[in-house]
């Protein structure tokens, strides 16, 4: 080696800048162990605090299986609440929920798309629709106690509703509609200009181009809302104590399909109610301890619903969105 | 190739156009389209070659606040369709478009080509197949997808996918066909394939075309517009602007002087 730069006459030169960028070299690697420390850093950070809310979540669901594990049975599901914590069930309550539900459901989405659709593909864009877009918004974070304060005075005083099906579900309806309004805004904006426009080059009316383009890509997402905010309702508890839903009920409402023509009646909207987590804040309620297993029963099993609720959110979009890709 | 006889198909007089934001992208543009040849706009980018595209088939009416000022006159029946009782749907049933990037909808090959009769209220299943397979070997894609119409489009390579718009676009019989950097977001073979379709197209129908490749324009073109700052320099038939332009400004630009 040596006898070859010897014969050269540029050698010193080379030598000379390889050292320097080896002295450099040395620099970048400790610059780049020092920042990747911080990468470190934040990803024990970042799993700390994932494993908290996690944690948090496993513990209270598993001291509530735990507590309500021996009346995981169908008798709970298909028994009356009763004087007797061993005979209690969860019929009325369960039955309550789901038909409180089809309400929320059949007031929210076509009410909430509806609006959605609408201050995003047709309105103007100026500061009303600015200002309406924050209201929107805020009133997610409205508690939901001041929603039932309106369903008690609007629904119940004014419309005379009573303390029915029809306005828990109009009240769960309503508190849900900012999140499906949002959730539609958001995945309608994510459809690509060039497909709308794609879609007017050919002739198509706005309607049409709504209708067979916009829903359509978007409804995966419009779906997830939907169900996140069904999975809220579910739970929700205060604005159904405000409007005064009964919290002892031993009958079921009048059935919504009957075996006389014309097969469907509505006698069950205006019927009294009780939901589950009102069932469980009873039970809770009392001193018997033998009712806190109840109660502890039926916790969970909003949970793992709320979870089932969820997970078929999560399921949908990515199938439907599979098929879809910008 | 001379003008005298050719048929102007139409015609933009004194076109001006306005932005929302009150930029003016277009200065009293004056120009033929010759039907049955392709016409070629050139220029550096934001010139308005794209802007005075999208005025032909009112794409700019999608977005409030912008502005038209003149007329684009379509023979033979003499409308004026930047008029305010034209209907831009109307216009756009006539003078189909091709956009930059591929952008067929998330539907199958089949759903893609058929939209534009359906939403003309077409439904018979017979007719559509026809339509469909009419314009899918129109845009010389019938022989690669004819056994799978039912494919989703996006599973269709780039190339593939172009020429699918282009049938979509084909489909409805337009009188005008407009493309807007068809071949940009293309390979070399793929860009081969979409020009001799163009020239293959225009025996049924007048084109527009925008693009940045001035060898595409010398290539497909008979007529070639060169703009900048959103009026039209030089406008005469394509061999006379590359070989022998009047104005230095047009030669500077082919020659790659500047741009």
């Known amino acids: 080696m040596s006898k070859h730069m010897t014969t050269n006459t540029p050698t010193k030169a080379p030598i000379q800048v390889q050292a320097s960028v080896l002295k450099n070299l040395d620099a970048v690697r400790a610059m780049i162990k020092r920042h990747k420390l911080n990468d470190y850093i934040f990803s024990v950070i970042g799993l700390l605090a994932l494993m908290f809310a996690l944690l948090t979540l496993l513990i209270l669901f598993g001291d509530l299986v735990m507590d309500g594990f021996e009346r995981f049975n169908l008798k709970f599901l298909s028994e009356f609440p009763s004087r007797r914590a061993a005979n209690a069930g969860l019929l009325s309550a369960w039955v309550g929920s789901a038909l409180v539900m089809l309400v929320t459901f059949l007031v929210a989405v076509p009410m909430g798309v509806a609006a959605g659709l609408y201050l995003e593909e047709y309105a103007p864009k100026n500061w009303f629709s600015d200002l309406i877009e924050i209201n929107v918004t805020n009133l997610a974070g409205v508690p939901s106690i001041v929603y039932g304060l309106l369903a008690l005075g609007l629904f119940v005083y004014i419309l005379g509703l009573g303390q029915s099906i029809l306005t828990a579900g109009l009240t769960l309806g309503l508190l849900i509609l900012p999140i499906v309004i949002v959730s539609t805004r958001e995945s309608i904006r994510a459809i690509p200009i060039a497909i709308r426009e794609a879609a007017y080059a050919v002739g198509a009316t706005k309607w049409q181009v709504v209708y067979d383009h916009v829903l359509k890509y978007s409804y995966g997402g419009i779906l997830t809302g939907v169900i996140i905010g069904m999975a809220r309702a579910l739970g929700e508890t205060a604005p159904i104590i405000t409007i005064g839903a009964l919290t002892f009920i031993a009958f079921l409402p009048p059935s919504p399909v009957t075996d006389v023509a014309p097969f469907i009646n509505f006698e069950w909207l205006s019927s009294g109610f009780t939901v589950l987590p009102i069932q469980m804040f009873n039970w809770l309620s009392r001193p018997d301890h033998a009712f806190h297993i109840n109660a502890a029963a039926t916790g969970a099993l909003i949970i793992i619903v709320t979870l089932l609720m969820n997970g078929t959110a999560i399921y949908l979009r990515y199938k439907i969105r599979k098929n879809i890709k910008w | ?259």
């Open chain 2, 1 to 259: 190739m001379q003008n005298t006889t050719s048929i102007i198909k139409a015609q933009s007089k004194n076109l001006d156009f306005f932005y929302s934001n009150g930029m003016q992208a277009l200065k009293s543009v004056n120009m033929p389209l010759y039907e049955n040849k392709i016409t070629a706009l050139i220029g550096p980018s934001g010139c308005g070659k794209s802007t005075f595209l999208r005025c032909f088939n009112r794409m700019h009416d999608l977005y409030p606040g912008n502005k038209y000022q003149g007329e684009i006159v379509m023979h033979p029946d003499n409308t004026n369709i930047l008029e305010h009782g034209v209907d831009p749907i109307e216009v756009r049933m006539r003078i189909s478009m091709v956009f930059q990037k591929p952008n067929p909808f998330p539907k199958s090959i089949y759903e893609n080509v058929a939209y534009g009769l359906r939403v003309r209220g077409e439904s018979n299943k017979r007719m559509l197949d026809d339509k469909v397979e009419e314009a899918l070997k129109g845009a010389a894609l019938w022989n690669e997808v004819k056994d799978r119409q039912q494919d989703l489009a996006f599973n269709l390579s780039g190339g593939q996918q172009q020429r699918l718009c282009i049938a979509r676009a084909l489909a409805t019989d337009p009188e005008i066909m407009l493309f807007d950097e068809p071949t940009s977001a293309l390979d070399p073979i793929a860009t081969a394939n979409i020009e001799e379709l163009m020239s293959e197209l225009k025996q049924k129908l007048t084109i527009l075309v925008v693009t940045h490749n001035m060898q595409q324009a010398a290539r497909v073109s008979d007529y070639t517009a060169y703009m900048y700052l959103g009026e039209l320099m030089e406008y005469d038939d394509t061999n006379t602007i590359f070989t022998n332009p009047t104005r230095k400004e047009t030669e500077d630009y082919i020659t790659g002087k500047f741009g």
